[in-house]
């Protein structure tokens, strides 16, 4: 569907990918062309003629019929048929009409209602140009005596010529309806929910949640695809988002949305791992790297490739054709092919391999009052949910607190933040998760820091989370809560003087996920600046604790740094130095890390030794193997690592003098 979708869209600005390079059958006999043509309409019937179309149908139906007739048409020649020039022009123009058909076809059978409805113009326009082909090949064909039609058959394609394009008035009178609601939210009110309800429920037949959500999956997966070029617009469509989401929670009751989620991953895992061996599918295999596709995109011929290698074969190498095809490319740019990078995804995970996704999130879209009073309309319905205690409530308003500062804005206006506090305490622990995550997804935006520490008071429910929560995530979750909320200077010692909010952070570091043990360290060093948690933070073990983290391979960079922050103040260096492993947590990060790595090492190092005194410097100085690492640096390392090993070995060596002496 993404390559039918990236067809779509390069088609509709002008630059259709050229389907000849690649599906012109040239060198075919004249029997083997036959062939291919039968088959290629027999699949395209046995597809689609019992297929319901929800749009262009009276243009589905029609495309249909023409393939129906040309299907007889070739059942009727004989396979030793000797064809003419211009008989085999008019079957290899065939061959492309019947693919671009097979295209149309899927498309509309597999894209969501509103996305149809929303592109019924582009649509209307291709079936029209597809139908105005037919006609000239008609043209051609009808007088061609070397087919030897019979007359039955003659007749049916005569019929087929005679047969008018007609639009489809109806597709275009929903879609002016459809535009009509977005125009009543963009005046400022909110349309009929009467009216919404039968447009949505009986016109469209959007009957049941899960078939809204995947509405506005399918569209935001257009915005992020098709990138600036989409007709219509980003953020009209993000409009239709916000207004299907609306309906949505306007028409059911409010449904687990992330176990619906959770549970479809699931059956497609399941799928996938009775689909599949523990071979790599070469489906999933790029063409020029030979390698699992991390980042599949598509480019114009239609071909898919990793985003990294058809990137250096373009812009390194300088080469402008289809490594496949060898077709020049018309358009450089590339379409991500989310379908595939999902199926990857999913295969990595259930055979257990390790596989390096890029993170998808919607593109900034421009907010307009239209998308602005549905979600108003939508957090009404939902804080309305949490006031009478709907723990489900909390799910959706942390999918929403993920988006834009605009919406965030909405969700504390609508008063949601004491009903998500309720929530921090509660016994459902998806219920704990989602009210803590939305608090902190709030807090992202500095506004609302201080409504959360003070007027609402949530320190105290978030530090019940970050000790005792009933997941480890909704520990995570908090952690990094706390870490937004201490940007605020002022609130750097009220939070780390709260009951067992160091210890807390310190057993996140130890026991967390990778990225619950980040947002720890981001916690724990935030906590840090403020002069007067300084001894707090040695008394209570966050010191300590981050020393240990030098051992975890995806957090000793940070730690490392953090560290070498801590160890400017002398009380920090001195800290640092007594704890055991210190020295040689470093020293392995010099070892084993990455050039940055290394680089943080080494200036800590340097740093536990200009500030800690004598005694750490002597423990730093007599570790084993330093001056052989140093050394190294001083060859190998970044500018600034070698900097700072000059300045480590003129310290190794001012304290081999003091011992001479």
Request: charged fraction near 25%.
């Amino acid at each position: 569907m993404a390559t039918d979708s990236a067809m779509f869209a390069s088609s509709r600005r002008r630059q259709s990918p050229s389907l000849e390079a690649f599906l012109s059958p040239v060198d075919l006999s004249d029997v083997t062309l036959l062939q291919t043509l039968s088959s290629t309409s027999s699949e395209i019937l046995s597809c689609f003629s019992d297929v319901r179309f929800s749009f262009q149908r009276r243009n589905t139906r029609s495309l249909i019929r023409k393939v129906q007739v040309f299907a007889v048409l070739l059942q009727h020649l004989a396979p030793e048929s000797s064809l003419d020039p211009t008989a085999v022009l008019c079957f290899k123009e065939l061959y492309l009409l019947l693919h671009h058909s097979k295209f149309l076809l899927r498309y509309c059978a597999h894209s969501s209602k509103l996305w149809l409805l929303l592109q019924s113009p582009s649509l209307s326009s291709f079936f029209h140009d597809l139908s105005k082909d037919y006609s000239t090949l008609l043209d051609v064909f009808l007088p061609v005596d070397s087919l030897c039609l019979n007359d039955d058959v003659r007749e049916q394609v005569q019929l087929l010529h005679m047969q008018h394009y007609v639009d489809d008035n109806n597709d275009e009178t929903l879609r002016n309806r459809l535009y009509s609601f977005l125009d009543e939210f963009e005046n400022g009110s909110v349309p009929n929910s009467e009216e919404l309800r039968f447009f949505f429920f009986e016109k469209l037949a959007i009957k049941d949640p899960t078939s809204y959500r995947e509405e506005i999956e399918f569209l935001e997966e257009q915005i992020k695809s098709h990138g600036c070029d989409l007709d219509p617009t980003r953020s009209v469509i993000n409009g239709f988002i916000d207004i299907t989401r609306y309906v949505m929670f306007l028409l059911f009751k409010i449904e687990d949305g992330n176990e619906i989620k959770k549970q479809r991953k699931r059956l497609i895992s399941e799928e996938i791992k009775n689909t599949f061996t523990t071979t790599l599918p070469k489906d999933f295999i790029c063409s020029i790297s030979l390698n699992l596709m991390n980042d599949p995109v598509i480019i114009s011929t239609g071909q898919t490739y990793d985003r990294s290698s058809i990137a250096r074969w373009i812009h390194q190498e300088g080469r402008s054709t289809c490594p496949k095809t060898g077709q020049k490319l018309v358009d450089l740019s590339f379409v991500p092919n989310l379908a595939l990078r999902h199926l990857t995804t999913l295969w990595c995970q259930v055979t257990g391999l390790s596989h390096d996704s890029p993170k998808e999130s919607l593109p900034k879209v421009f907010q307009t009052r239209a998308s602005t009073e549905a979600n108003k309309a939508t957090l009404s319905i939902l804080v309305q949910n949490l006031a009478h205690g709907s723990e489900l409530a909390a799910g959706e308003i942390r999918v929403l607190t993920r988006t834009v500062t605009e919406t965030r804005t909405l969700i504390v206006e609508a008063g949601a933040i004491p009903y998500l506090r309720s929530l921090l305490k509660s016994e459902n622990a998806v219920a704990q998760e989602n009210a803590v995550a939305s608090i902190f997804n709030l807090s992202i935006d500095e506004a609302n820091r201080s409504l959360i520490m003070e007027e609402h008071s949530c320190l105290e429910p978030i530090m019940s989370v970050l000790v005792s929560a009933l997941t480890m995530r909704a520990k995570e979750i908090a952690a990094a809560t706390l870490y937004t909320l201490s940007s605020v200077h002022d609130y750097k010692k009220t939070i780390a003087n709260a009951d067992g909010c160091i210890e807390a952070l310190a057993l996140v570091l130890r026991n967390g996920t990778v990225r619950g043990k980040k947002d720890a360290v981001y916690a724990l060093h935030s906590l840090w600046l403020h002069p007067d948690n300084c001894s707090l933070m040695v008394k209570r073990g966050g010191v300590s604790a981050l020393v240990g983290a030098l051992g975890e391979e995806a957090v000793a960079e940070k730690v490392a740094w953090v560290l070498g922050v801590m160890a400017t103040e002398s009380l920090g260096a001195e800290s640092i130095g007594r704890e055991e492993t210190v020295v040689t947590g470093l020293m392995e990060l010099m070892r084993c890390g990455r050039p940055r790595g290394k680089e943080k090492a080494i200036a800590t190092l340097l740093q536990l030794c200009t500030a800690g005194g004598a005694v750490v410097t002597e423990k730093v100085v007599k570790t084993p193997a330093l001056a052989v690492l140093t050394r190294k640096l001083l060859l190998t390392g970044t500018d600034r690592a070698k900097r700072k090993a000059v300045s480590l070995s003129k310290v190794c060596k001012g304290c081999d003098q003091k011992t001479q002496r």
